[in-house]
């Protein structure tokens, strides 16, 4: 079977989504804080962002354990990346079921930044994500 060939703004986009990722798991939101858009930091400062981000995470007691960034489609300066999050907080998801996220990227200033991440609603998994992850967890 030929190997798919990404084209160097495919991979770009899905390494920062791995990236910030990673990043936030590590409670690292000073490196995060570059990797996002204009929009999503809302006109905020590094410090004030990065506190925000920090508090919310320790309220809502977020416990990130696994995720895995899939393969998205880019078209022109937009980019769809698929992330199969394992995590587990004090309000939205308690029991730590799997989350299936669609992160929005787009090219700002040269290079690719998150602009919105929304969860996959239950009838949408099998266009993003392949059949063989539909009852996987995540694999990082």
């Excluded at 990797?35 to 990065?50: F, I, N, P, T, Y």
């Excluded at 996220?101 to 690719?112: I, V």
Aim: glycine share 8%; aromatic share 10%; charged share 25%.
């Amino acid at each position: 079977m030929p190997r798919a060939r990404w084209s160097p703004w495919a991979l770009g986009a899905l390494a920062l989504l791995a990236g910030v990722r990673a990043a936030v798991a590590d409670g690292r939101f000073d490196a995060a804080y570059d990797l996002v858009s204009k929009a999503m930091k809302q006109g905020k400062d590094r410090e004030v962002w990065v506190k925000e981000q920090k508090t919310g995470m320790a309220f809502a007691d977020v416990k990130i354990f696994e995720f895995h960034v899939h393969p998205g489609k880019v078209e022109g300066s937009t980019a769809h990346v698929p992330n199969v999050l394992s995590s587990q907080d004090r309000f939205v998801n308690q029991l730590g079921l799997t989350e299936y996220e669609l992160y929005t990227l787009l090219k700002e200033d040269g290079a690719w930044k998150i602009d919105s991440q929304v969860i996959v609603e239950p009838k949408d998994v099998s266009k993003w994500f392949p059949k063989a992850d539909a009852g996987r967890g995540p694999s990082h």
